[in-house]
């Protein structure tokens, strides 16, 4: 069975850092790309970033271009999603999600990140 | 950037209406468009791929038409269990981009 399990959200303050995390569990995580998704409290979904196969590329929503780093560990089958100087626009939930031949086919369940002073 | 957008942004029906959302791309993205379902909560589950193609285990009274810049999302018969908001999503751009959403709401 397919998993993923975000970890790592939680309050912090404006230009604090966060990363967060995702496990994967029940497919062969280095097979795949990968994304970031996140949806602020009351609104819709904003896909955040994507990450290779390999972690040899990447890309990012401008919002957070520059603030932001996507990264894997293949070996330990996790996503992770370095925050730095973040604002109180980056409240959200964060969904780690599996990029299967251009379609989200699965997602986790979410974590939660509250940036306020 | 591709920008999609949906319409209406939310909707009134009855259990049993047929219902159409429709999506429109700012550029043309072929068949490379994505139907979610979302409801409160809860994390967003993919219905349709490929604009057309639906997803293992999805009802198939949910059905996806377009290509190039328009698509529709159709639910041919609505149940009780579809009331939710549901989003399309583009994949012709690595830069994956989403509508707005369309909230279905039980009239």
């Known amino acids: 069975e397919v998993q993923l399990v975000e970890s790592g959200g939680g309050l912090v303050q404006p230009g604090g850092s966060l990363r967060l995390s995702c496990a994967a569990s029940?497919?062969?995580?280095?097979?795949?790309?990968m994304s970031w998704v996140r949806q602020a409290p009351g609104k819709g979904l904003e896909w955040v970033a994507i990450i290779k196969q390999d972690g040899s590329e990447k890309y990012y929503v401008d919002s957070v271009k520059g603030r932001s780093t996507i990264s894997r560990d293949n070996a330990k089958n996790s996503l992770y999603l370095q925050m730095n100087s973040l604002r109180a626009e980056d409240t959200a939930v964060y969904y780690c999600?599996?990029?299967?031949?251009?379609?989200?086919?699965?997602w986790g369940q979410g974590t939660l990140v509250t940036v306020s002073s | 950037d591709i920008q999609m957008t949906q319409s209406p942004s939310s909707l009134s029906a009855s259990v049993g209406d047929r219902v159409t959302i429709t999506c429109r791309a700012s550029q043309s993205i072929s068949s490379y468009l994505n139907w979610y379902q979302q409801k409160p909560g809860k994390a967003p589950k993919l219905l349709i791929y490929?604009?057309?193609s639906l997803q293992s285990g999805v009802p198939s009274r949910f059905s996806g038409s377009g290509s190039g810049t328009d698509f529709t999302l159709t639910i041919s018969s609505l149940q009780p269990e579809d009331f939710a908001t549901y989003y399309c999503q583009q994949s012709a751009s690595t830069l994956r981009t989403f509508g707005q959403g369309t909230k279905v709401e039980i009239k």
């Open positions: 999600a599996r990029d299967h031949s251009n379609r989200l086919d699965y």
């Open positions: 490929a604009a057309s």
């Open positions: 029940g497919f062969a995580f280095s097979t795949y790309w």
